[in-house]
T-cell receptor, first 115, second 109 residues
Framework: SQTIHQWPATLVQPVGSPLSLECTVE??????LYWYRQAAGRGLQLLFY??????ISSEVPQNLSASRPQDRQFILSSKKLLLSDSGFYLC??????????????FGAGSRLTVL | GQNIDQPTEMTATEGAIVQINCTYQ??????LFWYQQHAGEAPTFLSY??LDGLEEKGRFSSFLSRSKGYSYLLLKELQMKDSASYLC??????????WGAGTKLIIKP
């Protein structure tokens, strides 16, 4: 069966510090991978998605970046965090290809507080 | 622009029935999802509709009318564990998911 791991679960970082959130998927090959951010009272905001190693699409211009160094590994990074980067970050995977019926499976989430 | 509308919050009584509505305006349509999200946790898949009509899955049912840009999630025999946010999401013509802000459902004993 497929599983998705995301860490760390919680972190508190000072403004201007770097960030690295990691996500790995097991039990599937060539998944589509996603990073979302969820702010209180708002819908999920797609930050990045990837259809393969080294292939990253950015949806929102910001000081965050993503990388996919291995097929089932997806990393969200920042060189210098802003207060506005605080939020709940969710990694998700979906089956390969484009289909309306592709169900996303989410990691447990990472709660980031920037002070 | 693309838009998904859901009520922000609803309250219902344990054992009762509740209907959560979702209306959408998107560029194209390739399906509609409902996800459940407990506080502080990740969303989990509940249902998928792509054709008009009702899909039933145990205590949960989901309805879709594409001509009206409308869906609802029906929860029967409510239990305290159903207290959660319910997210509506539409797959647009580019196979991108457009998410609503979610409906927080509060169940009272």
């Amino acid at each position: 069966s497929q599983t998705i791991h995301q860490w760390p679960a919680t972190l508190v970082q000072p403004v201007g510090s770097p960030l690295s959130l990691e996500c790995t998927v097991e039990g599937t090959s060539n998944p589509n991978l996603y990073w979302y951010r969820q702010a209180a009272g708002r819908g999920l905001q797609l930050l990045f998605y990837s259809v393969g190693i080294g292939q990253i699409s950015s949806e929102v211009p910001q000081n965050l970046s993503a990388s996919r160094p291995q097929d089932r590994q997806f990393i969200l990074s920042s060189k210098k965090l802003l207060l506005s980067d605080s939020g709940f970050y969710l990694c998700a995977w979906g089956p390969t290809g484009h289909s309306g019926a592709n169900v996303l499976t989410f990691g447990a989430g990472s709660r980031l507080t920037v002070l | 622009g693309q838009n998904i509308d859901q009520p922000t919050e609803m309250t219902a009584t344990e054992g009762a029935i509740v209907q959560i509505n979702c209306t959408y305006q998107t560029s194209g349509f390739n399906g509609l999802f409902w996800y459940q999200q407990h506080a502080g946790e990740a969303p989990t898949f509940l249902s998928y509709n792509v054709l008009d009509g009702l899909e039933e899955k145990g205590r949960f049912s989901s309805f879709l009318s594409r001509s009206k840009g409308y869906s609802y999630l029906l929860l029967k025999e409510l239990q305290m564990k159903d207290s959660a946010s319910y997210l509506c999401a539409v797959v647009d013509s580019n196979y991108q998911l457009i998410w609503g802000a979610g409906t927080k459902l509060i169940i009272k004993p």
